[in-house]
């Protein structure tokens, strides 16, 4: 005498589209700056947009004689390689702080570029691949990828390098904004067994990672032609600034420059 009853009703609920990308956060987005300071018909760099990115995530420091030497460190997220121009290059001590200047995100295929920027263009000079990897998360998040974008934006961006001359765990601590509103961070190597204290790392290596050519070799054999007209002005610039030299009170208090900055921090 029992009706069977349809119990179980099945819903239907149609499933939710996940709609497209976000048109404000895709690589082409993310270059417009990048590609707004270059003239393509003159300069070798790519303009970049052809490359999807692999699932591991690239890294790459290129030493730019522009009118200031410097290097360049590129960490591969979202699409595109968040870049920063650190005068002094990295250093293998975890006592000493680089500063960083963050710039315009470039593409993926600039981890292959290495060759001469035209005089007069953005970023005119000589660029080296110095060094190259991949590299991965560093910090707690289970969610890798989750911790990097955090850390990112956060401005304590754990990472673990494996290149051929750096290796290990490094962080980039964001202190403020420069006064044309670029954001300055810190490079920072954490002490682990690839720490070396008094490193003199970017001196140790001065060809390619790549080709092993010489800055000189680089640029064609011509010595030092990619600042002519700058030359007094700018050949003394890089030689004290206050980021050279190691942080003291860390060797005294045994702490590292990170574990400072952060309690600093935390007051
Ligand atoms: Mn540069």
Known sequence: MAKKTASAKKSTSSAQSPGPAKATEGPEVKLAEYRKKRDFSRTQEPAGGGVRASHKLAFVIQKHA????????????????????????????????????????????????????????????????????????????????????????????????????????????????????????????????????????????????????????IAGGQSRVWHSNRAEKHETGDKEKPDSAPDRQSRKSGQSAYERLMARRSR
């Open 66 to 217: 522009a009118s200031h030497l410097h290097y360049d460190l590129r960490l591969e997220l979202d699409g595109v390689m968040k870049s920063w121009a650190v005068p002094k290059g990295p250093s293998l001590d975890p006592s000493v702080k680089r500063l960083a200047m963050q710039v315009e995100d470039h593409p993926i295929e600039y981890n292959s570029f290495e060759g001469t920027i035209p005089k007069g263009e953005y970023g005119g000079g000589t660029v080296m691949l110095w060094d190259r990897g991949t590299y991965s998360y560093g910090g707690a998040n289970p969610d890798p990828l989750e911790g990097l974008r955090g850390g990112h934006k956060k401005g304590d961006f754990k990472f673990v390098l494996n290149g051929k001359r750096l290796q290990g765990s490094w962080v980039l601590v964001r202190t403020r904004s420069d006064s044309s509103g670029k954001p300055q961070w810190l490079l920072i190597k954490h002490k682990d067994e690839y720490a070396v204290p008094d490193s003199n790392v970017t001196t140790e290596h001065t060809t390619s990672v790549a080709t092993g050519r010489s800055m000189e070799e």
